[in-house]
């Protein structure tokens, strides 16, 4: 039985999934699963991932959620996935551990919530909130220099010194692709003080090509969406200020 994903690519983690599988010629049946929609929380796919959240797989009799332990569970369960993905030696997948496990509390919380309270919420019915989005560019600066000066140091381009990508790189630079919905000012300003994570992504983008550039296509789309209805929100916003502002002829 072919393997099922359940995805949206507009999830970071979803992306890295598909583009996993791609990159290692891994035979699957992509099912969408809309989260603007709220797909997710269908009874029908809680059936598949009880906790709501996209990525999710079948594979046969499995059910499986959680990007990472889906990642190594497809390079561990699938003939052919190059050793680098992660790598059979012991002390080097304690380090991609390592990697995941602080990839979670920082980076993700980081990037995650503030493209959300920046830009994503109101598309989710939720509302924008300035001071969350304020501590979460602080967590990801510091989580930007932290990938800097200790993970990628070493003599490779990659994460822990690697001459090639690891699932970690594939998905902490996932992670770090969200940031192409904000504006050029708001990702000049995170992004631009980082130039070894600049290079980092660039690399781990050549690597994977072109199937990298087919799963973020999304991005370009979302993003050209939520400016015409920023737009049409401010305008709005600007006639209904007008009215106010006009006496009433009452």
Same mark, same amino acid.
């Given at each position: 039985?072919?393997?099922?994903?359940?995805?949206?690519?507009?999830?970071?983690? /979803?992306?890295?999934?598909?583009?996993?599988?791609? +990159?290692?010629?891994?035979?699957?049946?992509?099912?969408?699963?809309?989260?603007?929609?709220?797909?997710?929380? /269908?009874?029908?796919?809680?059936?598949?991932?009880? $906790?709501?959240?996209?990525?999710?797989?079948?594979?046969?009799?499995?059910?499986?959620?959680?990007?990472?332990?889906?990642?190594?569970?497809?390079?561990?369960?699938?003939?052919?996935?190059?050793?680098?993905?992660?790598?059979?030696?012991?002390?080097?997948?304690?380090?991609?551990?390592? +990697?995941?496990?602080? !990839? !979670? /509390?920082?980076?993700?919380?980081?990037?995650?919530?503030? +493209?959300?309270?920046?830009?994503?919420?109101?598309?989710?019915?939720?509302?924008?909130?300035?001071?969350?989005?304020?501590?979460?560019?602080?967590?990801?600066?510091?989580?930007?220099?932290?990938?800097?000066?200790?993970?990628?140091?070493?003599?490779?381009?990659?994460?822990?010194?690697?001459?090639?990508?690891?699932?970690?790189?594939? %998905?902490?630079?996932?992670?770090?692709?969200?940031?192409?919905?904000?504006?050029?000012?708001?990702?000049?300003?995170?992004?631009?003080? !980082?130039?070894?994570?600049?290079?980092?992504?660039?690399?781990?983008?050549?690597?994977?090509?072109?199937?990298?550039?087919?799963? !973020?296509?999304?991005?370009?789309?979302?993003?050209?969406?939520?400016?015409?209805?920023?737009?049409?929100?401010?305008?709005?916003? $600007?006639?209904? %200020?007008?009215?106010?502002?006009?006496?009433?002829? $009452?």
């Amino acid at each position: 039985m072919k393997l099922k994903v359940y995805a949206d690519r507009l999830s970071q983690p /979803s992306r890295a999934v598909i583009i996993f599988c791609k +990159v290692n010629g891994i035979d699957f049946e992509e099912i969408k699963v809309e989260l603007f929609k709220r797909q997710q929380l /269908s009874a029908e796919f809680k059936e598949i991932n009880p $906790m709501g959240k996209v990525p999710a797989i079948v594979d046969g009799r499995l059910n499986l959620f959680e990007s990472h332990a889906i990642l190594i569970y497809l390079a561990c369960a699938f003939p052919g996935v190059a050793d680098h993905w992660y790598p059979a030696d012991v002390s080097r997948r304690a380090k991609i551990h390592s +990697v995941l496990d602080w !990839h !979670h /509390s920082n980076l993700r919380q980081g990037a995650a919530s503030f +493209v959300l309270n920046t830009l994503l919420a109101p598309a989710l019915g939720l509302s924008l909130n300035p001071q969350a989005a304020a501590e979460a560019e602080k967590l990801l600066s510091k989580s930007l220099s932290k990938i800097e000066s200790i993970w990628l140091k070493g003599n490779g381009r990659f994460l822990l010194g690697g001459f090639q990508p690891s699932i970690a790189d594939l %998905s902490l630079v996932c992670e770090i692709m969200q940031l192409e919905l904000l504006s050029e000012e708001d990702r000049s300003r995170i992004l631009g003080p !980082h130039k070894k994570v600049q290079q980092w992504i660039q690399d781990t983008r050549n690597a994977t090509r072109p199937h990298f550039d087919e799963a !973020h296509n999304i991005l370009h789309k979302v993003k050209t969406k939520l400016a015409v209805q920023l737009s049409v929100r401010a305008n709005s916003e $600007m006639e209904f %200020s007008i009215k106010r502002a006009l006496p009433s002829k $009452m």
